[in-house]
């Protein structure tokens, strides 16, 4: 028999009811209809149900921040920012929609446009930070994450647990009992980690862990991943040569860096900065061949650092480029090799400078904010930058680092001010000013896609532990720690800002390993773990992807799509698996906002890609694939089909 101590049997009852479900804290809630309807909301925003119908509850309009301008409502959706139908939002807005089983996430921003095509076009002007325009014609907006779940898992093909697509603040995939095994060239890592649980448990839901707390000391190098700074243990800025010689060597251990940025911040010299960089890790493959008789940077993970596309090593393009310039990008192993900038096509810096020959390549995995999301493509977007590096870059490994949350990056003024999140206490709510985080259906998109055409995906994120006690909370922090940036609001009473010593107000706490619950929701990186957990499924559960991956024919509703079959004749994307120059079926599809359907194939079976972003959440679609796959599916959501 097997005993517990009393600290985790009481920590375990906070996370499951006596039947073992998982208990949700921190969230509003409401039963209807035999749904259990789950949500987050932002200040000024809510979420009625009636009947089983979702209404969502938020200002018509808002006055501009210097009071200048009215600004009208926009209902932005879980896709990159896509913008809900028109029919849609005005049903979720009005007397209300029902949802199918899901998962949902809607961001409301308001700015002084007439419609959405005025506001794309006119973006700069009217939410660009130090355009002069933003702060007449925009305000702070509202989001809300929902969940409609009734225990069900969800979807049309291999079906998602219906705890993990619950809205929840935590990464609730840590408490849940769906572990995840990839295949050994694959990766999924995670920084943050819910303190209170066994470190063995906690080891089983990612591949790989960032190495910035001292438990992962007893765990091996190759079940981590470092961000490396210029820092020693003193917290002292050191040079290239020291970095090289305190480094990990594994092949296994997954390495990328900020040098250049620190680098810059601290010595105001660049573009040397980067080139100090670019020096750490062409000394770390020359200790890997040193020390591991490693022959080729692919039997490492060595990438870079997360500058190099700003200092000319990128190969990714944006979707809002000229198509022609998008089709000539996939057209051969060369023009892969480049990238189209201001009419021209220099090739990439990792391969002029030399870095190919002693390191891997990553992908930008940082959504950004507005600016990029409603502008450069979303879904399709990701798989054209999947081709195209795959293409230019076959023999090496492919990263892409993430960040669950957006930034503003000095562009939006949007997405730089933040929302108030509304966290529910016993009598009352905390409010506190943070960053949106991406919502599950980006995320899940994001890793699942990396790891079905590249090799790993991690998540960076700060090194806070985290309590599962809505009661540990911390003050906002956002953009420095100032006092109007968290609220209380006790029930039925109008909110005042949050003074720790009032005896009014709830007191902060600390959970285990000093431990604080997550000063804003983290929907997106428990969207990333689901689409790890998805490709596991058609990868280490029953390999239905290592043969081929094409673009296949098919239909939806009857209408037939007929993809390009590139050089090879054979439709297939460029992967890990193979090349196919002149593949530029996702540009007609972005084009003309078609579906996206890809087979695969392994040694067990094969299975079924599809998603269609355009369609809304509720569209009813009937699919018939080549490969004999017939199927009905609801929505816009990503789905996998075993086919056989």
């Known amino acids: 028999m097997r005993l517990f101590p009393l600290w985790l049997c009481c920590f375990l009852g906070l996370i499951t009811s006596a039947a073992g479900q998982f208990q949700n804290p921190g969230v509003f809630s409401v039963r209807d209809n035999g749904y259990l309807f789950e949500w987050i909301p932002s200040e000024n925003a809510d979420v009625q149900v009636l009947d089983g119908k979702v209404k969502l509850v938020v200002p018509e309009s808002k006055m501009s921040w210097n009071g200048k301008n009215r600004c009208r409502r926009f209902l932005l959706g879980d896709l990159y920012d896509n913008p809900v139908p028109e029919p849609e939002a005005a049903q979720l807005l009005g007397s209300g929609m029902k949802l199918p089983p899901g998962n949902y996430a809607f961001r409301v921003i308001y700015v002084n446009a007439p419609d959405f095509a005025q506001l794309k076009a006119n973006m700069w002007q009217l939410m660009g930070q130090g355009s002069g325009g933003a702060d007449d014609n925009s305000a702070m907006m509202e989001t809300i994450y929902l969940s409609v779940t009734d225990g069900k898992p969800v979807g049309a093909g291999i079906a998602v647990p219906a705890d993990l697509l619950r809205a929840s603040w935590l990464p609730h995939y840590q408490l849940l009992p769906y572990d995840l095994k990839l295949p050994a060239d694959k990766g999924f890592g995670v920084t943050r980690y819910v303190a209170g649980v066994p470190k063995d448990r906690i080891l089983k839901k990612a591949t790989h862990f960032q190495y910035i707390y001292n438990w992962?000391?007893?765990?091996?190098?190759?079940?981590?991943?470092?961000?490396?700074?210029?820092?020693?243990?003193?917290?002292?800025?050191?040079?290239?040569?020291?970095i090289?010689?305190?480094?990990?060597?594994?092949?296994?251990?997954?390495?990328?860096?900020?040098?250049?940025?620190?680098?810059g911040n601290l010595e105001g010299d660049c573009p040397r900065c980067y080139q100090k960089a670019e020096e750490v890790f062409k000394g770390l493959y020359g200790r890997y061949q040193r020390e591991l008789g490693v022959r080729s940077p692919?039997?490492?993970?060595?990438?870079?650092?997360?500058?190099?596309?700003?200092?000319?090593?990128?190969?990714?393009?944006?979707?809002?480029?000229?198509?022609?310039?998008?089709?000539?990008?996939?057209?051969?192993?060369?023009?892969?090799?480049?990238?189209?900038?201001?009419?021209?096509?220099?090739?990439?810096?990792?391969?002029?400078?030399?870095a190919y020959a002693y390191r891997n390549?990553?992908?930008?995995?940082?959504?950004?904010?507005?600016?990029?999301?409603?502008?450069?493509?979303?879904?399709?977007?990701?798989?054209?930058?999947?081709?195209?590096?795959?293409?230019?870059?076959?023999?090496?490994?492919?990263?892409?680092?993430?960040?669950?949350?957006?930034?503003?990056?000095?562009i939006d003024r949007v997405t730089g001010a933040g929302t108030f999140q509304r966290l529910r206490l016993g009598n009352g709510d905390i409010l506190r000013l943070t960053v949106n985080d991406w919502p599950i259906h980006t995320m899940m998109g994001e890793s699942f896609f990396q790891l079905l055409l590249g090799n790993d995906y991690v998540l960076w994120n700060s090194n806070i532990p985290m309590s599962t006690n809505p009661n540990d909370f911390s003050v906002s922090w956002y953009g420095g720690k100032d006092d109007w940036k968290t609220k209380w609001q006790p029930r039925g009473k109008p909110a005042e800002i949050y003074q720790e010593?009032?005896?009014?107000?709830?007191?902060?706490?600390?959970?285990?390993?000093?431990?604080?619950?997550?000063?804003?929701?983290?929907?997106?990186?428990?969207?990333?773990?689901?689409?790890?957990?998805?490709?596991?499924?058609?990868?280490?559960?029953?390999?239905?992807?290592?043969?081929?991956?094409?673009?296949?024919?098919?239909?939806?509703?009857?209408?037939?799509?007929?993809?390009?079959?590139?050089?090879?004749?054979?439709r297939s994307l460029s992967s890990r698996v193979s090349q196919n120059p002149g593949q530029d079926w996702i540009v007609t599809a972005f084009e003309n906002q078609y579906p996206i359907c890809i087979c695969t194939e392994g040694k067990n079976g094969k299975a079924v890609i599809y998603q269609n972003p355009g369609t809304g959440l509720t569209g009813a679609q009937e699919i018939s694939v080549e490969n004999g796959l017939k199927a009905q599916v609801t929505g816009n959501r990503l789905q996998v089909f075993y086919v056989d």
């Open 244 to 263: 090289v010689r305190n480094s990990i060597i594994d092949k296994g251990f997954i390495t990328i860096a900020e040098l250049a940025e620190n680098y």
């Open 298 to 354: 692919a039997e490492t993970r060595l990438y870079d650092d997360y500058f190099g596309a700003l200092y000319g090593y990128g190969l990714e393009m944006n979707l809002n480029m000229p198509p022609a310039a998008l089709r000539r990008g996939l057209r051969s192993v060369e023009n892969a090799q480049a990238r189209y900038t201001d009419g021209g096509w220099p090739r990439s810096g990792y391969f002029t400078n030399g």
């Open 501 to 570: 010593g009032k005896p009014s107000h709830p007191k902060p706490g600390k959970g285990p390993e000093g431990s604080v619950f997550p000063e804003m929701s983290l929907q997106g990186e428990t969207g990333a773990f689901v689409g790890a957990w998805l490709y596991s499924q058609i990868s280490s559960v029953s390999d239905r992807v290592s043969k081929s991956v094409r673009y296949c024919n098919f239909s939806v509703n009857g209408k037939s799509y007929r993809p390009s079959g590139g050089s090879k004749g054979d």
């Open 361 to 410: 390549f990553r992908l930008a995995g940082y959504l950004g904010n507005l600016f990029n999301t409603i502008n450069e493509g979303g879904v399709y977007k990701n798989l054209y930058n999947l081709e195209k590096v795959n293409l230019a870059v076959p023999d090496r490994m492919l990263l892409k680092n993430g960040w669950a949350a957006g930034e503003a990056l000095g």
């Open 216 to 242: 992962l000391d007893r765990v091996p190098h190759n079940r981590k991943w470092k961000n490396i700074q210029v820092y020693d243990g003193k917290g002292q800025m050191q040079q290239p040569d020291w």
